[in-house]
């Protein structure tokens, strides 16, 4: 049973770990932190707690995180950075939901996301915490960078082909939609229900913080820089990423697509490839930690159309920050995260 504790949790993520964490047999959570409801009982906040939590939201300055085995942060970017070393010297394991220590290069970094880093040399040492590519580092790491919700549906579903070098890395297209709750449970007016619902527009196509992150995951896989296209959307639903991804073969050849993607993650217990000629569905996936994936040659030409969809919360969040424990802890890595997705 290892101690663990939230910091951040009031937002979507945040009690999407509770939800998680609260029916993990290896776990006890000891401290959920708010600065806003500071002394609230977790429970009135989420009702549909009620009865499987008695802990109250303390406030992150006063809360005994130097005693917990693993935290989490579930908060805005920029936070983590700032008590991570302390954290690590006193013997504790970190996993970052947000961004502080996704991307490698500091100075790309600062850029996108517009401060000064506070702890440039923790970032060399900070695993990228994509199961599917990462497992063995992760499975030592002290700290581990949890992959953005748009970056783990992207990379996925590009995973095998960029991996067999048989597309044109130079010119690969994510066109990503995102359900609201994408957005954080921040008020905003742009996630309003008036501007948000029966609305569909795209967003950040000169330049989003994700395209970085993708793209450095996507050149370590292949093993030269990789180009990539990337247009995020957001679309009226609550939960839910669904990326169309296009490459092209590199040579006009017979090859069977299926049988690759099926090959690849036939040992990954949340990656699901769809038979041939099958579309996922994001409400395939909801609450669950499940990234499914169908393959398609349209017209038998040259281009390889990728569909793959996450809940963000989950996979794209908290489901994968508890796969990534699992691993970390030497747990069973499927161990509280086998929820079966929501019908419908
Ligand atoms: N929503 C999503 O689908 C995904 C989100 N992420 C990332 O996870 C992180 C959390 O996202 P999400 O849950 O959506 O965010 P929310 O805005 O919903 O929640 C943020 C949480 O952080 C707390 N918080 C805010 N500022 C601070 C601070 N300065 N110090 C300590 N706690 C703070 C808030 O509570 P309080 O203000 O009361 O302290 C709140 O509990 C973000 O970095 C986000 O980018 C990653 C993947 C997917
Ligand atoms: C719909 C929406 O607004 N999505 C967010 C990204 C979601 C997210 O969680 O960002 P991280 O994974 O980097 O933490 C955005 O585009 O900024």
Redesign the pocket.
């Known amino acids: 049973m290892i101690k663990v504790g939230i910091?951040?949790?009031?937002?979507?993520?945040?009690v999407e770990l509770l939800r998680i964490l609260i029916q993990h047999p290896e776990v006890k959570i000891t401290t959920i932190?708010?600065?806003?409801?500071s002394g609230m009982d977790v429970a009135e906040l989420f009702a549909s707690l009620r009865g499987h939590i008695d802990l109250k939201f303390s406030d992150?300055s006063g809360s005994a995180l130097d005693q917990c085995d693993l935290v989490f942060f579930?908060?805005?970017?920029g936070?983590a950075m700032q008590q991570a070393e302390a954290l690590l010297d006193a013997g504790v394991k970190i996993i970052d939901?947000?961004?502080d220590f996704r991307i490698k290069d500091i100075a790309e970094w600062e850029k996108w996301y517009g401060m000064q880093h506070a702890c440039p040399e923790l970032v060399a040492s900070a695993v990228y915490g994509l199961p599917e590519i990462n497992r063995a580092e992760i499975k030592s790491a002290c700290l581990v960078a949890?992959p953005?919700?748009y970056p783990t549906a992207v990379q996925l579903g590009f995973l095998p082909v960029v991996e067999m070098g048989i597309v044109d890395t130079n010119h690969l297209i994510a066109d990503v939609k995102s359900g609201v709750?994408?957005?954080?449970?921040?008020a905003e007016v742009h996630t309003l229900l008036a501007e948000a619902s029966d609305n569909f527009k795209a967003y950040g196509v000169p330049g989003h913080r994700h395209h970085p992150e993708i793209r450095q995951g996507l050149t370590r896989v292949a093993g030269k820089p990789v180009e990539l296209t990337f247009v995020p959307h957001l679309v009226p639903m609550i939960r839910g990423i669904h990326a169309t991804l296009y490459a092209r073969l590199t040579k006009k050849r017979k090859i069977d697509l299926q049988a690759i993607y099926e090959e690849r993650f036939a040992t990954e217990a949340f990656v699901d490839v769809l038979p041939a000629g099958k579309h996922p569905e994001t409400r395939t996936v909801r609450g669950s930690n499940i990234c499914r994936i169908a393959v398609h040659r349209p017209q038998n030409s040259d281009t390889v159309v990728i569909l793959s969809v996450t809940d963000?919360?989950v996979k794209?969040?908290a489901g994968q920050a508890v796969q990534n424990m699992n691993i970390m802890f030497g747990f069973p890595e499927t161990l509280g995260i086998s929820q079966i997705p929501l019908i419908p």
């Open positions: 910091v951040g949790g009031t937002g979507y993520t945040g932190t708010s600065r806003n409801e992150p579930a908060t805005p970017n936070i939901l947000a961004a949890n953005g919700c709750s994408g957005a954080g449970r921040k963000n919360l794209g969040a």
